[in-house]
């Protein structure tokens, strides 16, 4: 078994001093909701950021490995009783490893190219809470979250934008029993994000 582990890192490890190899450090916005919302209440989703970097090895066919610091709000608002309106705030560090598909062959260099790509996510949250309102006690908040991501992204000389959409696939929290979420359990985050960055070419 270690011979294989270690027969695959080679192979790796020269496919990418073979490859192009980039580094895309990105700045961001996101928009986070969720997938239930507890009785009387609607949702919606604030502005949020995202500040990070990635980078893609490969050519026509690449990977995408990346890290981010995120922070990402959702607004509940009670119309009956606005006393209870409050934001859940969730902040940490995001690291998806995606696969993609360049549309256009990158190897001479073209002005523009167009990318599909596709993965999961994997977040280490340092911040889960409801702020304004009234107080959430015993909430079951999960400190490791999972996500899939499908995302499209576009080339322009040295610069590039990237839209994608991450589904949750673990609960943010859990509203647990006799405390004022008991009816809200079991919540994932579903997030849109748009982020912009340069292209840091080293290799090929």
């Known amino acids: 078994m270690k011979k294989i582990i270690t ?8 496919h990418a001093a073979m490859a192009q190899v980039e580094i895309r450090p990105f700045l961001g916005a996101n928009f986070s909701n969720v997938s239930k919302t507890p009785d009387g209440a609607s949702t919606q989703a604030k502005i949020g950021g995202q500040i990070g970097a990635s980078l893609m090895i490969g050519n026509r066919f690449h990977l995408n490995p990346g890290i981010s ?8 608002v ?11 705030i969730t902040n940490g560090i995001s690291i998806p490893i995606l696969v993609g598909y360049r549309l256009v062959d990158p190897t001479p260099e073209p002005v523009f190219n167009f990318r599909l790509y596709a993965g999961p996510s994997m977040m280490f949250l340092t911040q889960n809470e409801f702020s304004g309102g009234e107080e959430r006690e015993e909430i079951d908040w999960s400190n490791t979250l999972w996500g899939g991501q499908l995302g ?7 610069f590039f ?3 994608s959409y991450e589904f949750g696939l673990s609960d943010t929290f859990d509203g647990g029993e006799n405390n004022t979420v008991s009816d809200f359990t079991k919540v994932k985050n579903n997030t849109f994000y748009v982020n912009a960055g340069v292209r840091l070419s080293f290799s090929r």
């Open 161 to 163: 934008v990237d839209v």
């Open 78 to 88: 009670y119309a009956d009783s606005p006393e209870l309106n409050t934001d859940l």
């Open 69 to 76: 610091y995120f922070s990402r709000t959702t607004e509940y």
């Open 152 to 158: 499209a992204g576009l080339d322009i000389f040295i």
């Open 7 to 14: 027969l695959l890192l080679l192979s790796f490890l020269i």
